[in-house]
T-cell receptor, first 115, second 111 residues
Framework: EAGVTQSPTHLIKTRGQQATLRCSPISGHTSVYWYQQALGLGLQFLLWYDEGEERNRGNFPPRFSGRQFPNYSSELNVNALELEDSALYLC??????????????FGPGTRLTVL | KNEVEQSPQNLTAQEGEFITINCSYSVGISALHWLQQHPGGGIVSLFMLSSGKKKHGRLIATINIQEKHSSLHITASHPRDSAVYICAAVGQETSGSRLTFGEGTQLTVNP
């Protein structure tokens, strides 16, 4: 069974541009989570989608946005890129949320560099 | 104060040593992950637990819900165990299934 996949592996953009990152969850998983790991910082929760809806978002500005498609894959869009957006962006997926908690499985990440 | 705190931040061991990494959290949780991150960034979930103890090979994870504390143990450590180990708490109810991460423990095992 294929794991969580992300594309591209690496992405280089310049300040002010837009970046689009993609995530395909494990087959059968409906929840997709996005996390950011900036250099020297810990992992931080960005966004959570389930069944096509945004369920929760972390403490990030509105220029971080995303969506989830009917096939449960997801896109993360970052507009008006700033230098500090350079980070590893990780996607995770799980079965639908609720009790008991369903384990999240992580993709390999997309490394975004903003010049 | 972070909601999830790990100790130590850095740990150097000799091959074969027994290793313990600690994680304390201040919020109510549904479960707790122990994650492993190798250079290059990929993250692997080692354990997900909500009570008691779990064991996979040389790795053991325990959690004490009342004390809000979890530990990851590595027995007979090996250089290939060198990685960053991260604990992540799963929020309850209103925060849904979002993970709150500790800052990670950089483990280096020397041959």
């Amino acid at each position: 069974e294929a794991g969580v996949t992300q594309s591209p592996t690496h992405l280089i953009k310049t300040r002010g541009q837009q970046a689009t990152l993609r995530c395909s969850p494990i087959s059968g998983h409906t929840s997709v989570y996005w996390y950011q790991q900036a250099l020297g910082l810990g992992l931080q929760f960005l966004l959570w989608y389930d069944e096509g809806e945004e369920r929760n978002r972390g403490n990030f500005p509105p220029r971080f946005s995303g969506r989830q498609f009917p096939n449960y894959s997801s896109e993360l869009n970052v507009n008006a890129l700033e230098l500090e957006d350079s980070a590893l962006y990780l996607c995770a997926s799980s079965l639908d949320f609720g009790e008991p908690y369903n384990e999240q499985f992580f993709g390999p990440g997309t490394r975004l560099t903003v010049l | 104060k972070n909601e999830v705190e790990q100790s130590p931040q850095n740990l150097t061991a000799q091959e074969g040593e027994f290793i313990t990494i600690n994680c304390s959290y201040s919020v109510g949780i549904s479960a707790l992950h122990w994650l492993q991150q190798h250079p290059g960034g990929g993250i692997v979930s080692l354990f997900m637990l909500s009570s008691g103890k779990k064991k996979h090979g040389r790795l053991i994870a325990t959690i004490n819900i009342q004390e809000k504390h979890s530990s990851l143990h590595i027995t007979a450590s090996h250089p290939r165990d060198s990685a960053v180990y991260i604990c992540a708490a799963v929020g309850q109810e209103t925060s849904g299934s979002r993970l709150t991460f500790g800052e990670g423990t950089q483990l280096t095992v020397n041959p």
